[in-house]
């Protein structure tokens, strides 16, 4: 699996930790950044790792931000991304079952109720679960038309 990963400076210390995480699962990792506190705009990180991922390769990407609401809606705003920003693991687990996400964001700055590693392979191993998901993912895709 290769995942493309992004963070703004809300979230260095957290991004690190979700990088060593997947490269522990055997995952490769292409980190885009930021690696240092130095502000950016999460917008921009959003769109590198997205034009990223829909340029092909990947299998999955993260992106993190203070809050990672800020860099989720951002994801979100770009044709054929659909980056759920969990809750919990139930949740991860649910935006790959049901709402087959293809980003997966986190805030470095929240305090989640469980280790964002397990959210994260809450997440890697789910499986969608198609049937009638299919049809509403359909028909989010259809919103962007
Ligand atoms: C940056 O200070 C902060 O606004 C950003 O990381 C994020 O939390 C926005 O949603």
Known sequence: MKAVVANDHGAVALTKEIVGHLQDRGIEVDYLGI???????????????????????YDFGVVCCGTGIGISISANKIHGIRCALPQNVFAATMAKEHNNANFIAFG?????????????DAY?????????????????MELES
């Open 108 to 120: 470095g700055r929240i305090e989640y109720p469980q280790p964002v590693s397990e959210m994260l």
């Open 124 to 140: 890697l191993d789910a499986q969608f679960c198609g049937g009638r998901h299919q049809r509403r993912v359909d028909k989010i």
């Open 35 to 57: 690696a240092n506190e130095e502000p950016v705009d999460y917008p921009d990180m959003a769109r590198l790792a997205c034009e990223k991922y829909l340029a092909g390769g």
